[in-house]
């Protein structure tokens, strides 16, 4: 299948350009799932995601601590 019609909205694009940012931040060499739930943390509570880690009580500072114990 050809990658051609495929779009990546503002939103996303933002959210992979802030996931890049920590794996930066974070001295890792690629971007990894843990790198976009840490840019999810930035998303404003009246987003889905936002949503979803308030409701499940997840906060930064607790996933990075888990994290760097991994």
Same mark, same amino acid.
């Given at each position: 299948? #050809?990658?051609? +019609? /495929?779009?990546?909205?503002? @939103?996303?694009? &933002?959210? =992979?350009? &802030?996931?890049?940012? !920590?794996? $930066?931040? /974070? $001295?890792? %060499?690629?971007?990894?799932? !843990?790198? /976009?739930? =840490?840019?999810?943390?930035? %998303?404003? #509570? #009246?987003?889905?995601? +936002?949503?979803?880690? &308030? #409701?499940?009580?997840? @906060? @930064?500072? %607790?996933?990075? &601590?888990? =994290?760097? !114990?991994?």
């Amino acid at each position: 299948a #050809s990658a051609q +019609g /495929l779009y990546v909205t503002q @939103r996303l694009n &933002k959210l =992979l350009v &802030k996931a890049q940012d !920590e794996a $930066k931040r /974070l $001295k890792d %060499e690629y971007v990894s799932v !843990e790198h /976009l739930v =840490l840019a999810m943390f930035d %998303e404003a #509570s #009246s987003t889905p995601i +936002g949503r979803i880690l &308030k #409701s499940l009580n997840v @906060r @930064r500072d %607790e996933f990075l &601590k888990a =994290l760097t !114990e991994v």
